[in-house]
């Protein structure tokens, strides 16, 4: 049995092995590996921090929520991304044969592999009582510790937002192969680790955060890096409006709380040879031709033209190209390109979804790719703190709050786009903060950002899958049957727990 292995059920029968197999010809059993290997834990907590991170900017996962949100369109059968831009929304495929399903697998795979090599770490430190060197033998018992805590935060934070249920693996040892925690349940397990790995950086002065190739992240960023991202997941409870004025004021102050503490300038990592870039932003700036590779939806022009003359559909008639936009914000011509060649857009699989846009706002030319030495990856912008907050106010029907938020002189949409002031009413706030998570906060927002924005305020399209369901391969293994989620004639679907599994048809814009 390999010692890292992609499925959870394969992965809970690991933690009962009598022995690991390592690449060399010994094996060990894990007492043997634990005394032997002195940077064993080391070396799980920097295979477990590199993997959440990656993942947290999936390409395989975040391209598909971005064409959910109407924030991308595509009608190539490459990771079946035809299929989720498709309008109307079909119902998701969760056969473990699909070729779109690699999504599922990936962020569920990844995320409970990371969690449990995190786990294996702590049972190694707080019930064996080891000390954790690394290859150069140095004690980083205390930074392993803080590690392994910040990845399961993120990690069943991150599951709970994506998927309808799962299970917390927080034992080694566990042996149950049910499905029994909720969505609610990942988040809060998710936030309560978050929590705690905040009280060990305090007590940490001389943190050491090393586990990213070629980059060692700061203490004082780490602090702002948890903050941030439990505000994101706290935010990404809700599956629909009602549901998110129902967690309340003391939710949405925790929230608050939350951003208050987070970034105040973006965060962002430089590309090192074998090290993080943002698969995702790379999917989706790519350039086939003078044509996007994975291109902006029309909703995107359609929200910043100041004429409201875009359609929120494609022209069915092959004789109209849409001319550029005519927009007051600044930033829009910096962002996106305009271009009238329609790539690998194919008329056949729907005219609705073409577009003559193109991102070039992180992707330079001459690179096409984030995976380059040397290239800037935007993993949490501080625009994202600034509308977490703004957001949180709303719900707290604290307007005038909301407004001077998104009306300070630093705000992006004021000191770039040059916009006016928002005025400080509910609906012009919603519409505000819809603009800025379409254009600001695009792509370098990660896997489910802005997805769960739309998600949580009525916006997405109806038919659409509000929340992936466990993959098929995991169901099949334990016996339970296969279920899944979306499709415009399944609009309004509710999930185990009674929440909202598929969009009603009351989104920006109305299905066809």
């Known amino acids: 049995m390999k010692i890292y292995n992609f499925y959870l059920i394969l992965l809970l029968a690991f933690i009962s092995c009598e022995s690991i197999y390592f690449d060399d010809p010994s094996t060990l059993t894990n007492d043997e590996a634990i005394e032997k290997i002195k940077s064993l834990g080391y070396v799980l907590t920097t295979s477990s921090v ?6 947290t900017t999936s ?11 109407d924030q991308s369109t595509n009608t190539n059968g490459s990771q079946s991304w035809w299929d989720f831009a498709n309008e109307p929304r079909m119902r998701l495929n969760n056969n473990s044969a ?15 592999q990371a969690n449990l090599d995190a786990s294996k770490v702590l049972d190694m430190i707080e019930n064996q009582d080891v000390r954790i060197f690394d290859e150069a033998g140095n004690d980083r018992t205390e930074d392993c510790l803080i590690g392994a805590y910040y990845v399961k935060g993120i990690s069943q934070g991150y599951l709970g937002v994506i998927f309808d249920r799962g299970i917390i693996v927080d034992e080694v040892n566990l042996t149950s192969r049910e499905f029994p925690h909720s969505y609610k349940d990942l988040i809060e ?14 007590d940490s002065p001389n943190l050491n955060f090393d586990f990213l190739s070629g980059v060692t992240i700061s203490r004082d960023d780490i602090k702002k890096l948890v903050n941030s991202m439990a505000a994101r997941i706290l935010s990404s409870v809700a599956r ?13 102050n925790r929230v608050l709380a939350y951003a208050n503490k987070g970034f105040s300038e973006d965060f962002l990592i430089t590309s090192v040879p074998g090290g993080y870039y943002n698969a995702l932003i790379t ?16 909703k995107i022009p359609y929200l910043a033209d100041k004429h409201h003359s875009t359609p929120n559909y494609y022209p069915l008639d092959n004789t109209i190209i849409l001319e550029p936009i005519e927009t007051d914000d600044k930033r829009f011509y910096d962002y996106f390109t305009y271009t009238t060649n329609f790539g690998i857009l194919l008329e056949a699989r729907g005219r609705g979804l073409f577009s003559n846009y193109m991102r070039t706002r992180w992707v330079l030319p001459e690179r096409s790719t984030l995976n380059v030495a040397g290239a800037v990856n935007p993993y949490f912008l501080k625009e994202e703190i600034r509308l977490l907050k703004a957001e949180s106010k709303l719900w707290l029907k604290d307007y005038a709050g909301a407004a001077e938020l998104l009306n300070a002189p630093d705000a992006s949409r004021k000191i770039i786009g040059e916009l006016p002031d928002i005025v400080a009413n509910e609906s012009n706030l919603r519409e505000a903060l819809h603009y800025e998570y379409a254009i600001e906060i695009d792509g370098a927002g990660g896997t489910f950002v802005p997805f769960t924005f739309m998600r949580r305020n009525d916006l997405l399209q109806g038919g659409t899958p509000t929340q992936f369901p466990v993959p098929q391969i995991q169901l099949e293994l334990i016996g339970i049957e296969t279920y899944t989620f979306g499709g ?5 679907e509710r999930g185990i727990y009674g929440e909202l599994a598929t969009a009603n048809n009351n989104g920006w814009k109305l299905s066809e």
């Open 50 to 55: 590199q993997t959440t991170f990656m993942t």
């Open 488 to 492: 415009i004639a399944d609009a309004g």
């Open 59 to 69: 390409n395989a996962g975040g391209s598909h929520f971005s064409l959910w949100a």
């Open 240 to 252: 629909d409006k009602q549901e998110a004025a129902e967690l309340g004021d003391s939710h949405w």
């Open 98 to 112: 699909y070729r779109g399903n690699a999504a599922v697998r990936e962020l569920y795979s990844n995320f409970y």
């Open 189 to 202: 397990n998710g936030i309560s680790h978050l929590e705690y790995t905040l009280q060990l950086i305090e």
């Open 283 to 298: 999917a989706l700036e790519r350039a086939s031709g003078s044509a996007g590779h994975v291109p902006v939806d029309i």
